[in-house]
């Protein structure tokens, strides 16, 4: 079975400072992804960043990163430089690769708020 | 930059009453998703749909739910008898497959 976990569900950060969020995932199958989600205060989801199973490189995507520490089966996003719009939900979520239906499985979300 | 778009928004329906949720999904994407997210709680996975069928389906989607893509672009979520805990935001989604998943806005489905 697949399993997203969240175990922080509200963290406070300084405008400027950088935060991680946590995020750990339980899958036997060998061949998965990572994704982190935004959700803002209005709803909608929007995609932040994306890990593969076999990437060799944690990614970036601008002022996000993904700590992959595979070996730990964590995924944690890192944002640096925080700013006032980063205050949101976020979703971590894993996608196993080919034959489940590509559905996503979501963590239970961090709600961040960033101070100014 | 293409989006996947819902309609409507939001949407108010009397218990057992039918409801369909409408999303047109980015044009070349190839599976389509349907996701609910109670308020307050995470988001969870409805059923997804590859080469006009269901693909897989959660246990949440049960005999009241239905999904459809009748004319090649629009794909739609049918409850058939709604019931108060139906209330949520519904989440489609569209990929390609090894891709991110682009979400739509969402419906928020209030059940009176």
């Known amino acids: 079975a697949q399993k997203i976990t969240q175990t922080q569900p509200g963290m406070f950060v300084q405008e400027k400072e950088a935060v991680t969020l946590d995020c750990t995932y339980d899958?036997?199958?060998?061949?998965?992804?990572l994704f982190w989600y935004k959700q803002p205060s209005s709803g909608e989801m929007i995609f932040l960043i994306y890990?593969?199973?076999?990437?060799?490189q944690n990614a970036t995507e601008g002022r996000y990163s993904l700590n992959f520490q595979k070996a730990r089966k964590s995924a944690n996003l890192v944002i640096s430089a925080s700013q006032l719009g980063d205050s949101a939900m976020y979703f971590c979520?894993?996608?196993?690769?080919?034959?489940?239906?590509?559905?996503?499985?979501f963590g239970t979300g961090t709600s961040l708020t960033v101070i100014p | 930059e293409p989006e996947v778009t819902q309609t409507p928004s939001h949407q108010v329906t009397q218990m057992g009453q039918e409801v369909i949720l409408r999303c047109v999904p980015i044009?070349?994407?190839?599976?389509f998703y349907w996701y609910r997210q109670i308020l307050g709680q995470k988001v969870e996975f409805l059923v997804s749909?590859?080469?006009?069928?269901?693909?897989?389906k959660s246990e949440i989607f049960d005999d009241q739910f239905s999904v459809e893509r009748p004319d090649g672009s629009n794909f739609t979520l049918k409850i058939r008898s709604t019931k108060l805990e139906d209330s949520a935001m519904y989440f489609c989604?569209?990929?390609?497959?090894?891709?991110?998943?682009?979400f739509g806005d969402g419906t928020r489905l209030s059940i009176l």
């Open positions: 899958t036997s199958d060998p061949s998965y992804g």
């Open positions: 979520a894993m996608r196993v690769l080919p034959n489940t239906g590509n559905q996503f499985y």
């Open positions: 044009s070349n994407h190839l599976y």
């Open positions: 890990q593969g199973s076999y990437d060799q």
């Open positions: 749909f590859y080469n006009n069928e269901i693909s897989e």
């Open positions: 989604a569209s990929g390609t497959g090894d891709q991110p998943q682009h």
